[in-house]
DNA sequence: AGATTTTTGAGGGACGTACCTCATTTCACG
DNA sequence: CGTGAAATGAGGTACGTCCCTCAAAAATCT
């Protein structure tokens, strides 16, 4: 059996108040006794009974995801996610807000968290490029005592606590190969589509392909990457320009959103299926496009997942308790027609 | 706030005895009065708090994990991670047991397990190949209430609650198509190295395997399969008499372990980086060998994910709580150099 | 109707922890 | 050595559930 608090009263001569005192951190105990308790707690090797404590306290722990406001299928996904996740086991005792904020605006987005501050909160994810006002705001909740992990794109200059996602550029590596592989020995072009240039992870993942092709598929040219804002019709326009106005275009990388504007375009061009693509999220689309072949493989992370480890890790934090790195790491899936998971309902 | 049992109460209009005695199935309550009951728990949406539920009741659940004793490397990954899982938070409450029996010897399996039934045992994880006798201790099991789930080879045929694994037709269909797309367009053969041909999950493995090669790289003829019985040496040696007879083998499909043999047999050969290669499961080795190029991608299933899994699907079963289909579907990662996952010390 | 059985109610103790109050002890300092 | 402050102890209540007992009420049978 577990030892409990009464274990440590005893083996650490002290009464109960105390060991709560210090376990809870709690002012009124001389450092010498702080030390006996801990040393007692060592000792015993006692670990706190999380349910039990979450029982007696009643904690509610109060989360805000921060997404951008961007209508993909992958952040809807997203969305839906998280709001089970925070329904199921994992989210247990704790209260979930979505906030759903303009994209590429960071001032939109600090005043939006401003506006639920006022109700103190446990921790926060955010989804969102890198500047200087969303790292201002990350000093900021840090300061308060909030608990934050970036999602998706990492704010590697922020004060945060954890990633809650992919190496992009590692993902781009992996794309980059599979492009390669699938292209054959053959010398062609590669066609970019990103969301952005502006967003860092676009940027990371665009490098990781560069770095891949010169490496091992010199035969292989990428051309300038091709800005679809997330946006099918645009995506749409400027990939059908550039099939038009290049040849020997034997492969398309779609880094960012708007895959259906890959694959409308694609289609106008009749290069379905003749064209290697590599997209990124599974979704309903990508889903289907890999089934008829229009899409070669997809490199994918987990929304489930995404949600999960987002939500434990910032409770980890929060309870001071250790992360499991292993199952908080978030994979770069490679999905080919064949290793599709079954469509969940 | 969510409802509590007094709530509950109060809205069936009955005593918390009676709500106690409908929700754990004690005797003595009139068919109308628990309807009324169940009647109000979905009219409030009740869930149990299973958290102070476990407390309460002191609930210490028996399971015991059936692994075939083969010192493979992911054997053994597979072992520490359900050591671990079984520490962490997924394995609250429990006691976890992991019996080693003989491979291949459904008697000795049936004998060990029965040897721990003195003790009431609440799940069962069976790892095994699908036999009369070990599906007949299925039954038996389910039959004195325990929970029961295949773990890695299904056992289709008995009465096991759950299925935790992969599709190994499609694991060998996805190796099908790596293999495919990494060898090229030129005529060749496929070697397959598995551990035995009697057992399930290998058999569907080359099944998926032929059934993709056959329809999308005709091209590519494999061979029949060499059995290493998941022993380095063996595996190098039939691998090795195979390379030596067939000429034009330019790629291999490792669909059981024995891996090291088979990287042996291709060094000495002098084709390791030259022919194409598929294996299972990352391991040590299998890392090592993606790294520096002689396997080309591995089909793997997440050791970690299996052992969690396992545990929370049993829990779920015995306290008969829904199951996150999402959560629980074991993935057919791909794994190649760029997207291997950082190694975890 | 009365006797018997079944069903229900009321209540309490337990699980391990949090958090509170109030009294008592210990300590440092003048 | 006394005083005030700091440290500690003792004890309680609560969280939501389980599981137990005993009494009371209701239903069933004779």
Tied chains: 1, 2.
Excluded at 179 to 189: E, I, Q, S, T
């Amino acid at each position: 059996m577990r030892p409990t608090v009464i274990d440590i009263a005893r083996e650490a001569g002290v009464s109960l108040a105390t060991v709560d005192r210090v376990l809870n951190a709690r002012p009124g105990v001389r450092e010498k006794t702080v030390l006996a308790v801990n040393d007692a707690i060592t000792r015993l090797g006692y670990v706190r009974n999380v349910a039990a404590a979450n029982l007696a306290r009643q904690r509610l722990y109060r989360f805000v995801f921060v997404l951008p406001d961007v209508q993909s299928q992958f952040l809807q996904a997203l969305r839906m996610a998280i709001t089970e996740v925070a329904r199921g086991p994992v989210g247990e005792a704790s209260e979930v807000l979505i906030l759903t904020v303009p994209p590429r605006d960071p001032h939109a987005l600090v005043l939006a968290v401003e506006a639920c501050l006022d109700l103190p909160l446990d921790g926060c994810a955010i989804m969102a490029n890198e500047t200087p006002e969303v790292r201002d705001l990350v000093v900021r909740l840090k300061a308060q005592g909030t608990a934050v992990v970036s999602l998706i794109t990492d704010q590697p200059q922020a004060p945060r606590d954890h990633f809650v996602g992919i190496d992009n550029v590692a993902a781009g590596r992996t794309a980059g190969v599979l492009l390669g592989r699938f292209a054959g020995p053959a010398p062609g072009k590669v066609a970019v589509v990103v969301s952005s240039m502006l967003a860092r992870d676009m940027v990371d993942r665009r490098f990781g392909l560069d770095l891949v092709l010169a490496e091992r598929f010199p035969h292989l040219q990428s051309l300038p990457s091709l800005e679809g804002h997330d946006d099918r019709d645009l995506t749409e326009r400027v990939l059908s320009a550039c099939l038009a106005a290049q040849d020997q275009v034997v492969a398309v990388y779609t880094a960012g959103a708007g895959t259906r504007g890959v694959t409308d375009a694609l289609r106008k061009a009749g290069l379905a299926g003749k064209v290697v693509v590599v997209a990124h999220e599974l979704t309903g689309h990508t889903r289907e496009a890999l089934l008829d072949g229009t899409i070669h493989a997809v490199i994918s992370q987990d929304a489930g997942h995404l949600a999960r480890s987002a939500l434990r890790v910032l409770r980890a934090r929060i309870d001071r308790l250790a992360i499991d790195e292993g199952q908080e790491r978030i994979r770069i899936d490679i999905l080919i027609r064949e290793n599709l998971p079954p469509e969940t309902p």
